[in-house]
């Protein structure tokens, strides 16, 4: 199995090391041919406008939409939550994603990056230990369609529930970074529930 973690911005060396210590064969793409020759697809964290545009300039944005669109496993963390979203609040003017998720995003829900933080989620599918998470000028999530799962939420200072991790399908989104901490639960969750498992299915 291949999967390809878009290298067009963000923290694509830490996620090739977290895949590849799930034992897979995990490598940076940002050419339509890597792109084609991928089984799943990681879009890191980052700045999803950049990733966005670059993915414009480079004549990728539409190979990679597509292929989601036909059921290629994605994980989006960060910015790749933002950009599996159908629907973003707070977008700049014109901004794009590639979609495949029904669910509305709000872009730096958290706040700026000053206001970055960590803190232990119960995450559905992974036992415990609860899951160190790393929010960094991080998304959440404010609603969710009938398709959407949702794996891990936080509380904020109002008491209000908000789900940071969820699962639609083939697609994955966490709104926090995952690879930074050296706990490869979240990857093992997707290579073997999603990745795997489509695999298996198709003989």
Same mark, same amino acid.
């Given at each position: 199995?291949?999967?390809?973690?878009?290298?067009?911005?963000?923290?694509?060396?830490?996620?090739?090391?977290?895949? +590849?210590?799930?034992?897979?064969?995990?490598? #940076? *793409?940002?050419? %339509?041919?890597?792109?084609? $020759?991928?089984? !799943?697809? *990681?879009?890191? @964290?980052?700045?999803?406008t950049?990733? !966005? %545009?670059?993915?414009?300039? =480079?004549?990728? &944005?539409?190979?990679?939409?597509?292929?989601?669109?036909?059921?290629?496993?994605?994980y @989006?963390?960060? #910015?790749?939550?933002?950009?599996?979203?159908?629907?973003?609040?707070?977008?700049?003017?014109?901004? $794009?994603?590639?979609?495949?998720?029904?669910?509305?995003?709000?872009?730096? #829900? =958290?706040?700026?990056? *000053?206001?970055? &933080? $960590?803190?232990?989620?119960? &995450? %559905?599918?992974?036992t415990?230990? !609860?899951?160190?998470? *790393? &929010?960094?000028?991080?998304?959440?999530?404010?609603?969710?369609?009938?398709?959407?799962?949702?794996? !891990?939420?936080?509380?904020? $200072?109002?008491?209000?529930?908000?789900?940071? #991790?969820?699962?639609?399908?083939?697609?994955?989104?966490?709104?926090?970074?995952?690879?930074?901490? @050296?706990?490869?639960?979240?990857?093992?969750?997707?290579?073997?529930?999603?990745?795997?498992?489509?695999?298996? +299915?198709?003989g």
């Open positions: 199995m291949k999967i390809g973690v878009l290298a067009l911005q963000g923290d694509v060396r830490e996620h090739i090391q977290s895949l +590849s210590d799930c034992g897979v064969d995990a490598r #940076a *793409v940002k050419t %339509k041919s890597e792109i084609e $020759e991928i089984s !799943a697809l *990681v879009i890191p @964290g980052g700045e999803s950049t990733i !966005a %545009k670059l993915a414009r300039s =480079f004549d990728l &944005f539409d190979l990679i939409q597509s292929r989601i669109k036909s059921g290629m496993p994605t @989006g963390s960060c #910015a790749g939550m933002i950009l599996l979203s159908d629907n973003v609040k707070d977008a700049i003017e014109g901004q $794009e994603t590639f979609g495949g998720i029904d669910m509305v995003v709000r872009r730096n #829900a =958290f706040g700026r990056q *000053v206001d970055s &933080f $960590e803190t232990d989620l119960k &995450f %559905k599918g992974i415990d230990p !609860a899951i160190r998470a *790393v &929010f960094i000028r991080a998304p959440w999530v404010e609603s969710v369609g009938s398709s959407v799962e949702v794996l !891990a939420e936080v509380i904020d $200072e109002s008491g209000t529930k908000h789900p940071v #991790a969820v699962r639609s399908g083939n697609l994955l989104a966490t709104s926090f970074h995952p690879e930074l901490t @050296g706990d490869n639960r979240v990857h093992k969750f997707f290579v073997e529930n999603i990745c795997r498992q489509l695999a298996s +299915s198709k």
